[in-house]
């Protein structure tokens, strides 16, 4: 890829820009009606990500560090500057902290052109500095072409590419990342990635990018936090935290509403899959690479949230598993409806309501589900060698 460097020489972050965070606030999610967030970590200049499932904390800890929401105990600090400090009554303002923020919705002014939107935080800089400095950022995420152009009239991954030069033109101290290439296919998201890793080489500052995505956790990520129910429950390199081969990511149980006993079926570590094929039933799944033996019991956990459901058999491209089935009931949940899927093992899927409204779909349609390899979580193992050693069931 061509790309066209830059520097920035009148704004290199400071020295010792060492991001410290330590917090506890009360948050709702979607299941529960009040968690807490209680972190503890230490971000150095560089990637750090942060994983979790929905509802994890993670939304939630990236807006008490910008200050959009107060922690109710603790401290920020980026480098010897205190952003929040609840013991010492220190709360500087959002617009005070020089954080940088793209969400997932992006947030970009309809009415603003693509250049008027970048450029909307520099209004106090003069004209010749404003104007280089969009130059450059608008040359380094290749959207210099679109400067005149509205959001509306450009494509997703152009608009991504507005919303985080809108965050960096500013030189923030921190940037934090809110799933910001969840909606993007993998050749446009990945083209992103690498303009965003060179920005990260060139101004080294601390950056929180939070993801479901496991291939932008490896691709960009120098460390990793887990989080689960507010609680950071792993931390280290990407290999460490992310469910990689010869690794497993072991979830509690109570956060899936599908659990299934399995057994090894083969192991491909080339490949860095496991096939398993869940007990009473010939339905074989494709999962992250675990340490196992063919033989061998897997208990694995799916969330109904992270099943895809399509009317017709779908042409599957990537690490996705398609089995077919056929609808036994629809469960009113409010705004989302649970679908129970008989495929010879029962399946519960989480739909939007107005999802499922608008494709019509009722009892007995056939249907076909799309699991994602990495949506299988090993909870536990179960031996089926005596010489293995077995794990126990709180692990």
């Known amino acids: 890829m061509n790309a066209l460097a830059i520097t920035y020489p009148a704004i290199q972050p400071q020295p010792h820009n060492t991001l410290d965070v330590r917090l506890s606030k009360r948050y709702a999610n979607s299941e529960h009606p009040c968690f807490r967030l209680e972190t503890k970590f230490t971000a150095l200049p560089g990637v750090t990500v942060i994983l979790g499932h929905s509802g994890a904390g993670?939304?939630?800890?990236?807006?008490?560090?910008?200050?959009?929401?107060?922690?109710?105990?603790?401290r920020i600090a980026i480098g010897e500057r205190v952003l929040f400090d609840h013991g010492e009554k220190i709360n500087v303002a959002t617009s005070a902290r020089n954080i940088g923020f793209v969400f997932q919705d992006l947030a970009l002014f309809p009415h603003l052109s693509i250049q008027e939107n970048v450029g909307y935080g520099l209004h106090r800089m003069d004209a010749a500095e404003r104007e280089d400095r969009m130059a450059r950022i608008l040359a380094s995420f290749h959207i210099a072409h679109l400067r005149k152009r509205l959001p509306r009239e450009t494509s997703g991954g152009e608009q991504q590419r507005v919303a985080l030069a809108r965050s960096l033109v500013t030189a923030p101290c921190i940037l934090l990342l809110d799933e910001p290439l969840s909606s993007l296919d993998t050749r446009m998201k990945?083209?992103?990635?690498?303009?965003?890793?060179?920005?990260?080489?060139?101004?080294?500052?601390?950056?929180?990018?939070?993801?479901?995505?496991?291939?932008?956790?490896?691709a960009l990520g120098e460390l990793a936090l887990?989080?689960?129910?507010?609680?950071?429950?792993?931390?280290?390199?990407?290999?460490?935290?992310?469910p990689a081969p010869g690794r497993e990511f072991r979830m509690h149980a109570a956060s899936?509403?599908?659990i299934f006993e399995t057994t090894v079926v083969s192991v491909n570590e080339q490949e860095g899959t496991t096939l398993c094929r869940i007990d009473g039933s010939s339905i074989e799944l494709t999962v992250p690479l675990a340490?196992?033996?063919?033989?061998?019991?897997l208990r694995l956990g799916i969330r109904a949230g992270e099943i895809l459901v399509a009317s017709a058999c779908p042409e599957i491209l990537g690490n996705c598993n398609v089995i077919g089935g056929c609808v036994q009931a629809l469960e009113n949940e409010g705004t989302a409806i649970t679908v129970r899927v008989d495929c010879g093992a029962e399946f519960k899927v989480r739909l939007p309501r107005a999802a499922v409204e608008s494709s019509a779909l009722k009892m007995h349609d056939p249907v076909w589900l799309i699991i994602k390899t990495n949506s299988c979580c090993l909870l536990h193992t179960k031996s089926a060698n005596?010489?293995?050693?077995?794990?126990p069931e709180s692990a």
């Not at 887990?226 to 460490?240: D, F």
């Not at 340490?291 to 019991?297: F, P």
């Not at 005596?386 to 794990?391: A, D, T």
Request: hydrophobic residues 40%.
């Open 58 to 74: 993670k939304s939630t800890l990236l807006r008490c560090i910008a200050g959009l929401c107060d922690p109710e105990q603790g």
């Open 190 to 218: 990945f083209s992103i990635i690498e303009d965003l890793r060179r920005w990260t080489e060139e101004q080294r500052i601390p950056i929180l990018y939070v993801t479901h995505d496991h291939e932008e956790a490896f």
């Open 226 to 242: 887990a989080l689960h129910q507010g609680q950071v429950v792993a931390e280290g390199a990407p290999h460490e935290v992310v």
């Open 256 to 258: 899936f509403e599908n």
């Open 291 to 297: 340490t196992a033996e063919t033989g061998m019991r």
């Open 386 to 391: 005596p010489s293995l050693v077995s794990m």
